[in-house]
């Protein structure tokens, strides 16, 4: 199981940090991600983290901006987002996808978070 947390309200130029905690498994073997869904868009790949070995991966527009980074002890992934613009508005889900492959379609992600708001006020 999944959950997502963090999600809220912040004007442009703002920060937020999003948490994912997984229950109920260990997540060595995994990778995980996390989605975002804009309203009226399909679901979009913004990082993913490989458990063991801590390598990232990012979509191009958040690359400098997000930080996807994990505490193992705690079983917990998070995403920072600084310099937030409304265009990161969305609705944003944390996955995981068992072995290390590196995937950016969620179609290749096995559990899924609940989903927590991101809104960016201009």
């Known amino acids: 199981q999944l959950q997502a947390s963090g999600g809220g309200l912040v004007q442009a130029g703002g920060s937020l940090r999003l948490s994912c905690v997984a229950s109920?498994?260990?997540?060595?073997?995994?990778?995980m991600g996390w989605f975002r869904q804009a309203p009226g868009k399909e679901r979009e790949f913004v990082a993913a983290?490989?458990?063991?070995?801590?390598?990232?991966r990012y979509t191009d527009s958040v690359k400098g901006r997000f930080a996807i980074s994990k505490d193992i002890a705690k079983n917990t992934m998070y995403l920072q987002m600084n310099s937030l613009k409304p265009e990161d508005t969305a609705v944003y889900y944390c996955?995981?996808?068992?072995?290390?492959?590196?995937?950016?379609?969620?179609?290749?992600?096995?559990?899924w978070g609940q989903g927590t708001q991101v809104t960016v006020s201009s």
């Open positions: 109920g498994r260990t997540l060595s073997n995994y990778v």
């Open positions: 996955a995981a996808k068992y072995n290390s492959v590196w995937s950016a379609f969620d179609r290749n992600y096995d559990y």
């Open positions: 983290i490989r458990w063991s070995g801590g390598t990232t």
